[in-house]
């Protein structure tokens, strides 16, 4: 899976849009782009996911650039609870897609291999 | 809370003693990881089942850990003869596996302290 790198630290006023970028030069074509957050104490929250189309849910828009190198997760209105550390993750489909579709590749695995992430502090 | 339970959430244990994690998973979630993390660290991979046939196992997984989902639904986790350096957060994580990308539903962990 690709590398990815994010800044170590940031701040957010409360009510305002967070922006986090996330660095990911070394993505294959077939890598999607996953970010997951972990309130302290609790365990990683799946937060959104993308291939190359910018994505939007209940939580967050997922911006990535047009030649996929780097992507934003943004928080649109950040309220004190989105207080966590935030992992932009890169990897590839599931191995049994990957079996299905593309046998001669070798398979990337299923694991999610988290980096340092971004401990965003949103404050009042 | 995700559906994913976690028992117990703490557990204190002297080094040498074996200590077991139980992991409950999203009912009809076929795979199922095991992550470990460490203070002011990101989680790590240990190992994943598909049904009960456990596919991959990190190096991080040394022969006195052991995993199984022996009926493709709850999953335990040993670690046998415990050492300081066992000192973890132990997340368990499900998912559904039906499309190729899925999202991974976090557990709240079992922390482990061995003194």
């Known amino acids: 899976d690709a590398k990815t790198t994010q800044p170590t630290s940031m701040d957010c006023a409360e009510g305002r849009a967070a922006n986090l970028p996330c660095n990911h030069s070394?993505?294959?074509?077939?890598?999607?782009v996953y970010w997951y957050r972990q309130i302290h104490s609790q365990g990683p929250q799946y937060i959104i996911h993308?291939?190359?189309n910018n994505e939007t849910n209940e939580m967050a828009s997922l911006i990535i650039t047009e030649d996929r190198k780097s992507s934003t997760l943004i928080l649109p209105h950040a309220t004190l609870r989105d207080t966590a550390v935030y992992y932009c993750?890169?990897?590839?489909?599931?191995?049994?897609?990957?079996?299905?579709?593309?046998?001669?590749?070798?398979?990337?695995?299923?694991?999610?291999?988290f980096g340092g992430g971004t401990r965003v502090l949103v404050k009042p | 809370d995700t559906g994913v339970s976690q028992n117990p959430r703490h557990k204190i244990t002297k080094r040498g003693q074996n200590v077991t994690f139980r992991c409950d998973p999203i009912?009809?979630?076929?795979?199922l990881y095991w992550y470990r993390q460490t203070l002011g660290q990101g989680p790590e991979f240990l190992t994943y089942?598909?049904?009960?046939?456990?596919?991959?196992k990190s190096r991080l997984l040394s022969d006195r850990f052991s995993a199984e989902r022996p009926k493709g639904s709850f999953s335990t986790l040993e670690i046998q003869r415990t050492e300081q350096g066992d000192s973890a957060m132990y997340l368990c994580?499900?998912?559904?596996?039906?499309?190729?990308?899925?999202?991974?539903?976090f557990g709240p962990g079992t922390r482990l302290t061995v003194t």
């Open positions: 994580a499900s998912s559904l596996d039906d499309r190729g990308t899925y999202e991974q539903y």
């Open positions: 070394t993505i294959s074509g077939n890598e999607y």
């Open positions: 993308g291939l190359k």
């Open positions: 993750i890169v990897r590839a489909p599931s191995l049994r897609l990957q079996a299905q579709l593309w046998s001669r590749f070798k398979a990337a695995g299923n694991k999610l291999t």
């Open positions: 009912s009809e979630h076929n795979r």
């Open positions: 089942f598909q049904n009960e046939a456990q596919l991959e």
